[in-house]
Every structure is written in C-alpha cells, then in structure tokens.
C-alpha cells in the first residue's frame, strides 16, 4: 500500500525536512500519521495550504517510521520532486 513511499528515491522524513520541502514547494505527497499530536498535524496542512498535494494518512507513527526504513517513529513523510 505504501510502496511509492517506501521505493522513493527523493523523500523526506520527519516535521523539519517535510516543513522545509514544502516551504521550496517541492513535496508532491505528504503520509501524515493519524496517531500524530495534533498541532504537528495542524502544522503540516497550515504550510500546504491551497499547494495541490496528496495526503495520505497513515494509521500510525510506528508503521510510517518502518514504511520509511527507520528505527523509530515519524510523524510524517513525503516525497518530493527530483
């Protein structure tokens, strides 16, 4: 289900390097983790704004971080423009 995630050559992991691909509007998709804090949430769809990007949401933080092929949890992802 989330192998464009997990195979994306150009992706970023976590809420700084996701902030700052969307602020250079480079983010085609964003995966946000539905058990997230919520202003981490609110955060992330107040910088995309009227941007037309995916959202996927994914259940839970735990599986985003092994989607993503790291020890510990995300938050949130993406993949962005080569």
Do not use: F, P, W
Request: proline content about 0%; aromatic content about 4%; hydrophobic content about 45%.
């Amino acid at each position: 289900m989330y192998d464009e995630l997990k195979n994306a050559e150009n992706r970023v992991v976590g809420l700084k390097q996701l902030l700052r691909s969307l602020e250079e509007e480079t983010v085609l998709t964003v995966y946000l983790a539905d058990d997230a804090e919520e202003h981490i949430k609110e955060r992330i769809l107040y910088a995309i704004g009227e941007m037309e990007v995916h959202i996927v949401n994914v259940e839970t933080m735990k599986e985003l971080g092994e989607v993503c092929g790291i020890d510990v949890s995300a938050a949130c992802a993406g993949i962005i423009e080569n």
